[in-house]
């Protein structure tokens, strides 16, 4: 987006000699890396298609943000309440709704959006200025459907478009050009008072600097808002403490070759069955050991979260063919959910015990 508003605005001062004919050796180069990098990537891209596909584009639109969207702190902030009761996304439990990146770098990303009339030469600082803004608003408008339009709809279409769920993500990556702006516009502020002083400069701009900081203050982990704030949190002591727990469950079994944790073992803790994947994979790993879980967003191909016996062992056996051999060695932990046969379940439960966490 950078270089396209660069094109548009300040086409006619690019080098366009030294870009379009540079000579062989820099196109050589040029196609060689991109060779290189085609190839390199190419088995991730290949993998990446084949284990997760597409996602609808019902399923995009409805993650896609809406204006509102970005006017909506997200529910673990402190700062500016009222806002997420009037747009009606507050309560949302998607955080693609709630994409406030703060009043203030709004503010200066709309005002920087001016200074595209301005004539400066290709180059100047404040040419960075004006492309990061006006990429800002470039990428917030393509991601938004704004009346019934939503110019992000082709892109589905492209190879590897369907493959991003959640675009509104993407105010991830618009921080870094909001936060070129908001440098600027600091720059500039203190620039206005340098002639009151060096004592005048350090107040002021220490002053905008804690209201950018205190515009995203967030809720603390104590208090009376601290279980909206906990879900996003999680220390490192519990994280061992919890690593430890699966360890020492698994290493009650003798011979373990394979480990496998339900969803019913992460259950004490919002959204615990999804933090559980990584938990059991860590500590497999810690052990040398085999990990069916490994949710990480996406569900892969014929995978999914088991919650039972039978469907656990028709995913670990289908390949092999074998349900002796392939079952051979694993360890579950948690409690599984109930099968129809009571005593096919009697038979597992016998073989393979499920662990707790103690």
């Not at 006006?134 to 190879?159: D, F, H, N, Q, R």
């Not at 694993?330 to 707790?356: F, N, S």
Request: with cysteine.
């Amino acid at each position: 987006s950078g270089f396209a508003i660069s094109v548009l605005r300040y086409g006619r001062q690019l080098p366009w000699q030294q870009l379009l004919l540079p000579g062989w050796r820099v196109w050589g180069f040029r196609f060689g890396l991109l060779i290189v990098a085609g190839i390199a990537i190419a088995p991730l891209a290949v993998a990446h298609l084949r284990g997760v596909g597409s996602v609808p584009a019902e399923q995009v639109r409805l993650h896609s943000p809406r204006v509102s969207a970005w006017l909506t702190p997200p529910r673990t902030a402190a700062a500016f309440p009222e806002l997420a009761d009037r747009t009606g996304w507050g309560t949302d439990t998607m955080g693609e709704h709630q994409l406030l990146p703060g009043l203030v770098p709004l503010a200066c990303v709309f005002l920087a959006l001016g200074l595209i009339v301005r004539r400066v030469c290709f180059g100047d600082r404040l040419t960075t200025v004006v492309v990061a803004a006006w990429s800002v608003a470039g990428l917030m408008v393509l991601v938004t459907p704004i009346a019934g339009v939503w110019i992000y709809e082709p892109v589905l279409s492209m190879p590897g478009g369907g493959g991003i769920r959640a675009i509104g993500r993407v105010v991830l990556v618009l921080l870094f050009p909001m936060a070129i702006v908001i440098a600027a516009a600091c720059d500039a502020f203190l620039g206005i008072v340098a002639r009151s002083g060096s004592f005048a400069r350090i107040t002021l701009g220490t002053l905008l600097l804690l209201i950018v900081v205190g515009e995203q203050w967030l809720t603390s982990v104590s208090g009376a808002r601290a279980a909206t704030w906990e879900p996003m949190r999680y220390p490192l002591h519990r994280v061992l403490d919890r690593q430890n727990r699966i360890k020492k469950a698994i290493s009650r079994q003798n011979q373990t070759r394979v480990v496998y944790a339900f969803p019913t073992a992460g259950e004490d803790r919002p959204f615990g069955h999804l933090i559980l994947q990584n938990e059991v994979m860590r500590a497999s790993q810690d052990l040398g050991l085999r990990c069916v879980n490994g949710w990480s967003g996406y569900v892969p191909t014929n995978w999914d979260l088991f919650s039972g016996y039978r469907e656990l062992s028709l995913w670990l056996c289908e390949p092999a063919g074998n349900p002796a051999m392939c079952l051979e060695g694993l360890v579950v932990l948690g409690e599984p959910a109930p099968d129809a046969d009571a005593d096919y379940e009697a038979i597992m439960r016998k073989k393979y015990p499920p662990q707790q966490l103690k």
